[in-house]
């Protein structure tokens, strides 16, 4: 059973960073997802392609980055310039057969999730 185990969520106050990672290998395409109360689950960023190729929603473009660490076996993505409206639970998926630039954001295209991991932003 595919298992994906996110880390690196806490508390911080706005304008701070966090970084977050996932556990998982050998997937080609990987997204971040975050659920705020009462809202649909959201695409943040995905690498894909089996080349690295990277993609954001407009809400964290330039704010965030999602890098892979093959050494380790991790998906990483980094949190700056955290605003309150990023409070959510974020969570990792992975999709066996690849990601397009149009579904890398889509919760139902996903195979395999994570636990999430719990940020919060303060005002």
């Known amino acids: 059973q595919v298992q994906l185990v996110e880390s690196g969520g806490g508390s911080v106050q706005a304008g701070g960073s966090l970084r977050l990672s996932c556990a998982a290998s050998?997937?080609?395409?990987m997204t971040w997802f975050r659920q705020a109360p009462g809202k649909v689950r959201e695409g943040v960023a995905a690498?894909?392609?089996?080349?690295?190729?990277?993609a954001y929603a407009d809400s964290v473009k330039g704010r965030f980055t999602i890098s892979q660490d093959n050494a380790k076996s991790t998906v990483n993505l980094l949190l700056n310039s955290l605003k309150p409206e990023d409070t959510a639970r974020y969570y990792c998926?992975?999709?066996?057969?690849?990601?397009?630039?149009?579904?890398?954001?889509?919760?139902?295209?996903?195979?395999?999730w994570g636990q999430g991991t719990q940020v919060t932003v303060s005002s």
């Open positions: 050998g997937y080609t395409c």
């Open positions: 690498i894909y392609d089996g080349e690295g190729r990277t």
């Open positions: 998926a992975a999709r066996r057969y690849g990601c397009s630039s149009g579904s890398w954001k889509i919760a139902q295209n996903f195979d395999y």
